[in-house]
Every structure is written in structure tokens, then in C-alpha cells.
């Protein structure tokens, strides 16, 4: 969470501590853009924390596509807290400060309460350091959406201290103990409240720390940072960090355009994916407004397993009936020995409450409605769950083999799939 205002404050007692902290003691550690106060127990956790920051830092200018010197000045001061009322005792955290769940910045200072794994607490350290650099860098950080999704997105990381690796998606929920977001977008799929792009572009400020604005908003940042057409946008968008109203959205939207309702159809499916070792490598999807009008003749294409959803390159119109066959074998893994499967999938083995390896399908809509609140479960299908799939409007056909997201790398093969106007 961040506020405009600056608030300064000096430091604090200096220690150097190699056991447990005595309830009054405080610790304190230097680095390269951070001075961090701290009550917990590890000297080691402590430093860990600071080298970590400062490798993140450098990541995030890269990320911004920023020279070194734009950080030259920046020094965050931050309190990382077990027991906040010992550092209100002392003055570290002013009588301004609006209580706080997780986290909180102030221009160059922030405070985030110590969690229960200290991956949780990297995570939220890095969170409120990413806020103090957007008012370092752009005088701001933007709306909601865009503060809380693009510190998510600079906050959530692989390794630690000069190994840390900002901006990836843990790989299991082992890698990221605590952290939530995960468990919380899940929930919203199976309730049907997933909420839609416009939805998230339109969230209000709040000090709750709620966990799904910040999971959606994240979302949101990652698939504008990703995809080539849209970074441009989004890196731009930054520089109007000051803006905090409608206007930044509506310039936002000017900026891409007609590419709105490719970026809908897009974050349906991310929405509906997303989760551990989530590759967007893998997992952006081939969709353009372009696309032809399917003319009824035999289409034969191949799925390649190691990627997420595959389009067939033409959209179906309105009312088609589609015949879709498939054949070919593909290899999911080499390990304990080759684990080789059809379209229909190994049936002792599921993901998601599907054979592992099944050939999947659905219909996604071409049309998109800017009023939605909440988006529409996709309809996801194995390929031998209906004879005959019924179009009832424009779509696009998309495929994808059916596998852990963190285990396609190694997948190969293919499926050759054939669509034939039925009868």
C-alpha cells in the first residue's frame, strides 16, 4: 500500500547481533539502497533480506528499461516488525501512519510486519520497496490496480540474496509458503467470481491488504508485460504514475487501442489458467481480430504438447457444427520410463480432474462485453466428450494437451487434430 505524502525519520540504536534479540533490542543492517530496523530473531534472515533488496533493485530498473543512474539517490528506509508496539513505543512508526494488515510505504519508507515464512516477508519487503521506487522514479504509482499489480509482479520471486530472480511465478506452493494468492484465485474460479479486466481496471483504494485485488491486479500487470503488443502501454503508463483517476485507464486504452478485445479474450484465458510454474513462455496465445472465418473445409493442424492453448488460426461462425478428430501419440515425461499418451489421455494420472495428457478444446467468444462484472466459466472439454461440437457465436477454437504448468517443458510429440463440417 503506499501514500503520496513523505514522511522522514532517522535511524535507529545500531546493534550487531549474532543471537536472539532481547524484546527491547532492535537490529539494524545496511545496504546499497536500503537501511533496514528489524526485530527478528536472525541476524542471517536480516542481511539475507537487505541483499535481496538490492538485487532486486537493479531488476527492476532493467524491468522498467531504465539507465543505472535513475536510481543513484534512492535510499528506502524500511522497518521489518514483529512487535509493532515496540517501534511505536519509539517513534518508527508515526502516529500518520494508518494501521496496516501486511504492509504499508510512505514515499522512501516503508514498514511490513514480519510473516510466517520468510519467503512471505521477502515478498512483502520487496512489494512496498517497489511502491517507494515508483514515486522515486515516476512521482507515483497509478491506481489501484496498477500500484498493487505492478509491485506484485516486481515482489514475487525465485532464490534469495544475489540469487534472487524477481518476476516469476513460484514454481509449487512448497516455494511459496503462505503467500495466498494462489489459494484465492482458485476459490474465484470454482464460485464463478472471477472478475473482468475492466472489473480489476476500475478497483478502489483500500488498506485491507485483500488478497484477491492484489492477486487480479497482478494478473493484470504480468499479461500487459508480457505480450510484445502490449508492453509498450504498459511501460509508458508507468511514467503517469502521478494520475490516480479514470484518466490513466482511459489513456491506457487509447494506447492499445483496437487490441482490446484480443486483450479480453486473452485474459479470460489467463484467468482461467493461471497457477504454480505458470509459464508464460509457454503459455501466451496466437489471436488476432484477422483471424479468417472458418469456410466449412477439412482443417488439419497440429498441437504441440509443450505449449498452453493452441488457436486453429480461423474463427467459427455463428451456428457451425464441427466434427473434431485427433490421432497421434505424444511423451509427457522420461522418468520412471516414458509416460507415452493418446488424445484421450492416461487415465491413471490426472490434473485438474482430467487424464494427464487428454486433448482439450473450447470455444471462446469473439465478442466481449465492456459492462461484464464477472467473466464466464470457459468451457473446457476433452476431446472425445461429444461427438459434435455446436458453435452458438463467433469463436475462436483453441486446443491445448492437458498437463501441470510447470511440466510441459519436456513434453514432445504431437496430436494432429482434424475439424470437418458435420453432417
Known amino acids: ?199 480489476v481496471l476500475g478497483y478502489q483504494p483500500n488498506l485491507t491488504g485483500d488478497v484477491a485485488t492484489y492477486s487480479w491486479s497482478w494478473a493484470a500487470c504480468m499479461m500487459l508485460s508480457v505480450y510484445p503488443e502490449y508492453r509498450p502501454a504498459f511501460l509508458a503508463a508507468a511514467r503517469n504514475g502521478q494520475e490516480t483517476g479514470p484518466l490513466f485507464n482511459r489513456q491506457l486504452q487509447t494506447a492499445l487501442g483496437n487490441q482490446w478485445p484480443i486483450l479480453a479474450a486473452r485474459w479470460r484465458l489467463t484467468c482461467n489458467d493461471i497457477d504454480y510454474g505458470f509459464d508464460w513462455n509457454r503459455e501466451q496465445v496466437n489471436l488476432s481480430a484477422k483471424d479468417p472465418i472458418w469456410d466449412g473445409n477439412d482443417l488439419r493442424i497440429q498441437i504441440q504438447p509443450d505449449r498452453g492453448w493452441q488457436s486453429c488460426g480461423v474463427r467459427i461462425p455463428r451456428g457451425a457444427k464441427i466434427r473434431v478428430t485427433a490421432e497421434g501419440e505424444i511423451t509427457l515425461a522420461d522418468q520412471p520410463k516414458p509416460w507415452v499418451s493418446q488424445p484421450p489421455g492416461i487415465t491413471f494420472q490426472y490434473h485438474r480432474g482430467r487424464p494427464l495428457g487428454q486433448l482439450q478444446l473450447c470455444l471462446l467468444p469473439n465478442a466481449h462485453d465492456p459492462q461484464a462484472v464477472r467473466l464466464e466459466p470457459l468451457k473446457i472439454q476433452g476431446i472425445d466428450d461429444q461427438p459434435i461440437l455446436s458453435v452458438p457465436q463467433y469463436s475462436w477454437l483453441l486446443f491445448r494437451v492437458n498437463d501441470s504448468f510447470g511440466e510441459l517443458k519436456d513434453n514432445r510429440g504431437s496430436y494432429q487434430v482434424t475439424l470437418q463440417r458435420a453432417r
Not at 15 to 28: I, K, N, S, T
Not at 116 to 129: D, M
Not at 139 to 148: K, L, R, S, Y
Open 1 to 199: 500500500m503506499i501514500q503520496s505524502q513523505l514522511i522522514f525519520w532517522v535511524g535507529c540504536v545500531s546493534a550487531l547481533l549474532v543471537g536472539p534479540l532481547m524484546a527491547d533490542e532492535l537490529l539494524e543492517r545496511d545496504g546499497r539502497y536500503i537501511h533496514l530496523t528489524t526485530d527478528l530473531a536472525s541476524a542471517e534472515e536480516a542481511e539475507s533480506l537487505v541483499a535481496s533488496f538490492d538485487a532486486a533493485i537493479t531488476q527492476w530498473i532493467q524491468f522498467w528499461n531504465l539507465e543505472d543512474d535513475a536510481i543513484t539517490n534512492l535510499k528506502v528506509e524500511a522497518c521489518v516488525i514483529r512487535n509493532k508496539a515496540e517501534f511505536t513505543r519509539r517513534g518508527l512508526i508515526p502516529a500518520k501512519v494508518p494501521d496496516f494488515p501486511f504492509g504499508y510505504a510512505q514515499g522512501n519508507k516503508v514498514w511490513v510486519f514480519a510473516q510466517q515464512s520468510e519467503y512471505y516477508t521477502r515478498h512483502l519487503l520487496l512489494h512496498e520497496g517497489a511502491h517507494s521506487l515508483a514515486y522515486h522514479l515516476f512521482d507515483g504509482a497509478g491506481p489501484t490496480w496498477f500500484q498493487e499489480g505492478s509491485a506484485e509482479l516486481l515482489a514475487t520471486h525465485h532464490g534469495k540474496d544475489l540469487d534472487i530472480a524477481v518476476n516469476r511465478i513460484p514454481l509449487s506452493r512448497d516455494d511459496a509458503p503462505f503467500w495466498g494468492r494462489f489459494k484465492r484465485m482458485n476459490q474465484a474460479r470454482e464460485q464463478s467470481q472471477v472478475p473482468t479486466f475492466e472489473t
